[in-house]
C-alpha cells in the first residue's frame, strides 16, 4: 500500500529546477504531482512519477542527487473536512506527519493527499482500520 | 625611543657573535632534549657542534608545520611541564592543531619583545592601550597584554568583538593607542561612522596592526580615518606570538626583526635553497632564546624580502618588508589562519559528508566575509532526502567550523555540479 516518492536536492540558484524538469521530460517522465520544501539556502523537489526507478537513474546520471521516500497517499471526498477526518484520527493515534501535499483526481470528486509518515506501516494500518482509501502505488503512478 | 639600547643597536658584527653562540647552545640543548631534532639531525648525518658559523645553517634540515602538527600536543616540547607556565595553541581539530608552550622565561622574553615593539611604535607608561586582540588560545591577546604592562602603559584587555562597546570605551576611557587586526580597525571605523562619531576627535595617536596582511592602502586609509600613525608589527604564533618584529616610527619602512633573539633566513620555497639576503623568498625563523618549544629553521610559509640597508633610527637589526604572500596554501581570514586541511578534516569528520567544498573570501567593507559551499553528497541525501537532515548536517558544520577554527562562515549546500565548474577549493577575491 506504500508509495515511493523522489527527493531530489536542489541548490537555490536559478535554472536548477528547470535542470530537473528538463531531464525529466527528455526521459519522457510523467509527473503526477509534486511539491517544492524550501529553505534560505537550499530546496527539496519532491516527486510522484509515473516511473520511479527510470526517474531515479536520469536524474542520478545528470548529476542530482536523488533519493526514493516512502510515503503514504490517502483519497477522500474533494469537500470541506476531507483532510480533517484523517488528521483527527492520526491525532487520536498518536501519529506524526512530517509532512504532506494533496492533488486532485481528474475527475474532480476526490482529493488524493500525500504523506510523510515516521511510521508508515502503522499508519496505514491505521487509516485502513478507520476506513480511509489507500491508494497503493501502483494504482497511483498509472492515474 | 629604544627599549634595551644595548641590544636593539648591537654592531652586527657582534649581533652575528652573539647568534652563532646561542645557536650552538640551542642545537646541542634541541639535540638531547626532543626527540625530533635528534631524529631529523641523525638523519641528515650533523652534529650540533659541526655548525660553526650562520653560513653553516643551511646544512640543518627544516622544520615545517606538518612537523609541528605530527608532534600534537607536546611532542616538541624541550623541558618538562613542570617548567611550563603559558600554553597557547593554534586553531584547528585535533592532529591540524599546534601547540605552543612558555616558560617563565619565555613568557619573560616574549613581554620584553612586546614591550621593545610598543616602545618602536612611541609608547611609554603615560600612554593608555586599548588591546582589541583577542585574549585566549591565540597569542594576540595575551601578548601585547604583558608587553604593555612591561612598558608601565595603562592596559585596557578589551580583545575582540562587541564594536559598540569598544567604540564607547574608546571614547570614554581615551586610549592613546590601539592594537588589533587592520581590518578590525577599518570594520570599527565603519560603527563609528554609523554611530555619527568622528574617529579622528578620538585620543588615538598611534595604532599598532598586525596577524593579517594589509597593504600599504589600508594602512594608509586607517591613518586617514582615525588621524593616527599605522604601524606593522610581525609575529607568528608558533614562533612566539606578536613581537618577532616591529616597524619603526622613524624608519617607516618595514620591520625591525629581533635578532638577537631569532635568526631569520629568506629561501626559495621551491628549492629549499637560501637566497641572498634582500631577495624574495620565504622565511624561516630559528629562535635563538626560547626554552620550552625552541624551534631550528622553522619554514613559515610568509614571502616577504628582508632590508639590509642601515635605518636612521639606530636599530642595527636587519628589517623584513610587510607579509603579503604565502608560499602555502594558507589563508588568513578575519586575523585567523586557516588552512585547506583542517577545513576537510572537519567535513571528513561527519558522519556521510565527503570534503568536496569550495570555499569563497571576499572583503565586504572593512571585514572579511567567507563562504562555504559544501556538496551533499550521495550517502547523506539517498539515506534521508529529508530537509531536517540536511538542517542538521548545516548546523553541525557551522558549529564544527566555530569551535575549531573560530570563523563562522556563511554555509550553502550545493548540488555537485556546482562544485565541478573549478577545481579551486579556495577562491580569494580580496584585493589586499
Ligand atoms: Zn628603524
Redesign the interface.
Given at each position: 500500500m506504500k508509495v515511493e516518492q523522489i527527493?531530489v536536492?536542489?541548490?537555490?540558484?536559478p535554472g536548477?529546477l528547470e535542470h530537473a524538469t528538463r531531464v525529466m521530460r527528455d526521459a519522457s517522465i510523467n509527473i503526477r504531482t509534486l511539491s517544492l520544501?524550501e529553505?534560505v539556502?537550499?530546496g527539496?523537489l519532491r516527486l510522484i512519477v509515473n516511473d520511479v526507478e527510470k526517474a531515479n537513474k536520469v536524474l542520478k546520471d545528470a548529476?542530482?542527487?536523488?533519493?526514493?521516500?516512502v510515503v503514504v497517499a490517502v483519497e477522500v471526498p474533494d469537500k470541506p473536512g476531507g483532510l480533517h477526518s484523517i488528521m483527527e484520527v492520526l491525532s487520536k493515534e498518536s501519529i506524526n506527519v512530517?509532512y504532506l501535499y494533496a492533488f486532485v483526481e481528474k475527475s474532480g470528486q476526490n482529493a488524493v493527499i500525500i504523506f510523510r509518515f515516521d511510521a508508515p506501516e502503522k499508519a496505514i494500518e491505521v487509516l485502513m482500520k478507520n476506513k480511509f482509501t489507500v491508494v497503493p502505488g501502483a494504482q497511483l503512478y498509472e492515474f | 625611543m629604544i627599549y634595551n639600547e644595548e641590544f636593539e643597536t648591537l654592531p652586527r658584527e657582534a649581533l652575528r657573535a652573539l647568534q652563532v653562540k646561542r645557536l650552538q647552545q640551542v642545537l646541542e640543548r634541541v639535540y638531547h632534549s626532543v626527540g625530533f631534532y635528534k631524529k631529523s639531525l641523525d638523519t641528515a648525518k650533523i652534529k650540533p657542534h659541526e655548525i660553526k658559523s650562520i653560513a653553516d645553517m643551511s646544512k640543518l634540515p627544516f622544520i615545517t608545520r606538518q612537523d609541528l602538527q605530527n608532534n600534537y600536543p607536546f611532542g616538541l616540547f624541550a623541558v618538562p611541564m613542570s617548567n611550563i607556565v603559558r600554553l597557547h595553541a593554534s586553531s584547528g581539530t585535533r592532529g591540524r592543531s599546534t601547540v605552543f608552550g612558555y616558560t617563565k622565561r619565555d613568557i619573560d622574553t616574549w613581554s620584553e619583545l612586546m614591550a621593545r615593539s610598543l616602545a618602536a611604535a612611541g609608547l611609554t607608561k603615560n600612554d593608555i592601550i586599548h588591546n582589541a586582540f583577542e585574549y585566549g588560545l591565540f597569542t594576540g591577546g595575551l601578548g601585547f597584554h604583558y608587553g604593555a604592562e612591561k612598558i608601565g602603559a595603562s592596559v585596557i584587555p578589551m580583545s575582540g568583538g562587541n564594536s559598540k562597546r569598544q567604540i564607547m570605551i574608546l571614547q570614554d576611557f581615551g586610549p592613546t593607542a590601539i592594537c588589533c587586526t587592520p581590518s578590525y580597525a577599518l570594520h570599527l571605523a565603519e560603527e563609528g561612522k554609523a554611530l555619527g562619531i568622528d574617529m579622528k576627535s578620538l585620543k588615538l595617536r598611534v595604532g599598532i596592526f598586525g596577524a593579517e596582511p594589509w597593504s600599504k592602502a589600508i594602512s594608509a586609509e586607517i591613518e586617514k580615518t582615525f588621524g593616527i600613525t599605522a604601524l606593522d608589527l610581525f609575529g607568528l604564533s608558533e614562533v612566539i606570538g606578536p613581537g618577532m618584529a616591529m616597524e619603526c616610527l622613524e624608519g617607516r619602512n618595514g620591520m625591525h626583526i629581533y635578532e638577537d633573539h631569532f635568526i631569520v633566513e629568506t629561501i626559495n620555497p621551491q628549492t629549499g635553497e637560501v637566497l641572498p639576503e634582500g631577495e624574495e623568498g620565504e622565511l624561516v625563523f630559528t629562535t635563538l632564546t626560547k626554552e620550552a618549544f625552541p624551534l631550528v629553521r622553522y619554514r613559515s610559509g610568509d614571502v616577504s624580502r628582508l632590508i639590509i640597508e642601515p635605518c636612521r633610527c639606530g636599530r642595527t637589526h636587519i628589517k623584513m618588508e610587510r607579509v603579503l604572500k604565502r608560499s602555502d596554501d594558507m589563508l588568513i581570514v578575519r586575523g585567523i589562519n586557516i588552512f585547506p586541511s583542517q577545513i576537510e578534516a572537519i567535513l571528513t569528520a561527519i558522519e556521510g559528508l565527503e570534503p568536496q567544498y569550495q570555499l569563497i573570501v571576499d572583503r565586504a567593507g572593512a571585514l572579511d566575509s567567507l563562504e562555504l559551499h559544501v556538496e551533499v553528497s550521495d550517502k547523506i541525501f539517498s539515506n534521508s532526502g529529508g530537509v531536517k537532515e540536511l538542517q542538521k548536517i548545516e548546523k553541525r558544520i557551522l558549529k564544527d567550523m566555530k569551535d575549531y577554527l573560530g570563523i563562522a562562515p556563511n554555509l550553502r549546500l550545493v548540488e555537485p555540479s556546482t562544485l565541478k565548474k573549478t577545481d579551486a577549493k579556495i577562491i580569494d577575491k580580496r584585493r589586499i
Open positions: 527527493s536536492f536542489l541548490e537555490n540558484k536548477s520544501a529553505t539556502d537550499f527539496i548529476g542530482f542527487r536523488v533519493s526514493k521516500t512530517e | -
